[in-house]
């Protein structure tokens, strides 16, 4: 849904009115996560999507009744029926799509939510979960809305002790960006049932900190934003690193390579879904760096570093030599990227992208038409 924020914004500050669809539950090979959402707006006008083109439709048109009547409505989209031409998903999951009425009046502290999530908006973003009645037995309580912030909750599901075991399971989910349904009690009993609540996380994004002001780092800069990072390139080299020669990052810094990572680690920065990429080629750059980062970032961090085999060999020597721990040297990922092939710069990006998703997932890497099992995960 993230991306779909701009736009929402727009058409809430003109005060316009529309529907907004969210996957809040999936099952099986679903094509979309929880949280995946399709908006129709002004005119009829779509942004975003619900299922990859499965079912796009039937919600496209859901959302015109909904818009049109002001009620929420919460449907479920299953295995296609090809012979009876059912609406389905051809992907054989299933998936639960919450569609509200989306306007000024009905979400009145939506600029809010935007300008704490979207770094490109607020400075510094911050994690934030919109949990949202699903079902529940009480007349009118579907979409109503609590905002779980760091610093507190505003708004009501409609009940303080409802409040109270959302907001606290809210908290979980700020850090990990994990979107998710539960299901609660009408006085928010964890064992009870009859009111589904979907804890929507907005987490800020993941950073990609690419480190080398080259054409590869420009060509890794555009395929981060493409996945979703806030993307720095950072080189001691004033006359390379310019924001005109990296148009996609959204930081260029000029300073050593090891002393920005230093800073920002005292700033708490950085985490595990930060991704980091040595580019630089240049041993009084790579070492000093290497070494900070697979010692100091946290356990899952993405650490790799370009260079051939034999640089590679030459690389780990020295950082040995200098004292990092066989284990800590374990976690780079060097030669980086997977064996693609890759030979453009362009190519090589997509080939580190490709590892940056695999070890975030723990996926294989190999050909899907090689493995077995769930595409999408489920």
């Known amino acids: 849904m993230r991306d779909l924020l701009p736009t929402l914004l727009e058409w809430w500050r003109a005060g316009e009115s529309g529907a907004l669809a969210r996957v809040v539950r999936t ?37 015109l009744t909904v ?13 296609s029926d090809s012979a009876a031409f059912e609406v389905g998903l051809t992907c054989g999951g299933t998936i639960e799509v919450l569609v509200e009425p989306f306007s000024r009046e009905g979400w009145p502290g939506f600029d809010d939510l935007v300008t704490d999530v979207l770094p490109d908006v607020a400075a510094d973003a911050s994690p934030l979960v919109v949990a949202t009645v699903v079902t529940s037995p009480g007349e009118g309580a579907v979409g109503r809305r609590l905002t779980v912030r760091p610093a507190g909750a505003d708004g009501t599901l409609g009940d303080p002790a409802l409040d109270a075991a959302v907001t606290a399971d809210a908290v979980g989910h700020l850090g990990n960006g994990e979107s998710v349904l539960r ?16 804890l929507h996380a907005f987490a800020p994004r993941p950073r990609l900190l690419v480190f080398g002001a080259i054409d590869f780092a420009a060509a890794m800069a555009r395929a981060g934003r493409l996945l979703g990072f806030h993307v720095t390139v950072c080189d001691a080299r004033p006359i390379f690193t310019t924001a005109a020669r990296f148009p996609d990052a959204d930081e ?39 070494r900070l980062a697979l010692e100091a970032l946290p356990a899952g961090t993405y650490v790799g570093a370009m260079g051939s085999r034999r ?57 899907l038409s090689e493995t077995t099992g769930p595409i999408h995960g489920g």
């Open 183 to 198: 299901e609660y009690g009408p006085r928010g009993e964890r064992l009870g049932t009859g009111v589904g609540v979907f």
């Open 67 to 79: 818009a049109e009547t002001a009620r929420p409505v919460l449907a479920r989209y299953g295995v």
């Open 311 to 367: 640089a590679h060999a030459e690389r780990s020597a020295r950082l040995l030599e200098e004292g990092l721990a066989p284990a800590a040297l374990a976690r780079l990922h060097s030669p980086i990227g997977l064996d693609l092939g890759a030979r453009t710069p362009d190519e090589t990006a997509v080939s580190i992208a490709a590892e940056i998703i695999a070890s975030r997932t723990g996926a294989s890497g190999r050909p």
């Open 252 to 290: 260029v810094v000029v300073d050593w390579p090891h002393r920005y990572l230093a800073a920002e680690l005292a700033a708490g920065r950085v985490d595990a879904t930060t991704a980091v990429c040595v580019l630089t080629h240049d041993p009084k750059f790579d070492v000093p760096l290497l």
């Open 27 to 63: 099952f099986s090979s679903a094509p979309r996560s929880p949280g995946a959402a399709l908006a129709v707006g002004p005119g009829g006008d779509v942004v975003g999507s619900v299922s990859g083109g499965c079912v796009e439709g039937a919600v496209y048109d859901l959302c």
